[in-house]
């Protein structure tokens, strides 16, 4: 709570005002939900010289949306943001670099959005806040198709500890059904992976060719896979009709040698009787 009351204080005697849109030149950054996402920054072209000197505890950084602070960090002071505990960071050990970049873990829908970082510069009553970077984050989901053979195992990634439900639907449905509801409902066929964070849909059959949803909270699809599952005995039949007609060939090719040197020794035979027949 003392640290948060200093940063409040901080900013209390800040009246600079903040940027609220995107600049032109804004970095667009496109990350899939569940990812980390990177939104570049660096410092040492807005901070103090005296910022850069080793004694020195480093910068005042701050990062925010036009709704809420995401990150704020002074030497070994650090806050996060509500809904940005434990996933908004700034790697410290790349700071005296310049590099101010956020580092967000695990990204959800809900941070999709405009962040703008800024750098406070001075001391005490002159302090000041300067901005340093604009960057657009745009959040996506999972598409995905894979083919099967009915008997193999089905391996579906969940992304994201925000993964809520799975929700198949088959070829041939008009509705889907939920397959997986995390902490809820499971269905036999589903073992969970949790560690993972993964499903295994196992023994599949011709039936469970179709969409497999994997949705969030709020309902929003995180990943669609589009599933296809083949008879399982469907290659082994055309290798076997291959090789069946590659056998008849060689038997036919066989066969009309054989016919061909039974001719060669008739005719042969023929030529020697008429020989000993002139010899007489």
Known sequence: SSVRSFLFLCLVRISIPTPTGSFPGTPFIVVQVGRMATLPCNWTCAGDAALRSPLSPGPHLQWQTPQETVLELKGSQLYQGTGYE???????????????SLHLMEVRYTDDGLYESFIIVGQSRRKRRN??????????????????????????????????????????????????????????????????????????????????????????????????????????????????????????????????????????????????????
């Open 86 to 100: 434990g996933r908004a960071n700034v790697p410290r050990e790349r700071i005296p670099e310049g590099d101010c």
């Open 131 to 280: 901005f340093l970077q604009s960057v657009q984050l745009r959040v996506t989901d999972h598409k995905s198709s894979q083919t099967l053979r009915a008997g193999d195992d089905f391996v579906l990634n969940l992304h994201t500890s925000q993964a809520a439900t799975v929700i198949f639907q088959g070829t041939k449905d008009t509705e889907g059904t939920v397959k997986w509801k995390q902490d809820g409902e499971t269905s036999s066929q589903v073992l969970v992976e949790k560690g993972d964070g993964v499903l295994v849909f196992r023994n599949l059959k011709l039936s469970d060719s179709g969409v497999y949803k994997v949705l969030d909270p709020d309902g929003l699809a995180i990943s669609t896979t589009l599933l296809t599952v083949e008879e399982a005995f469907k290659e082994a039949i055309i290798k076997d009709e291959t090789f069946a007609a590659r056998g008849a060939e060689r038997e036919a090719h066989s066969g009309g040698n054989s016919m061909s040197g039974f001719f060669t020794t008739v005719v042969v035979s023929l030529l020697c009787s008429a020989s000993m027949h002139f010899a007489l």
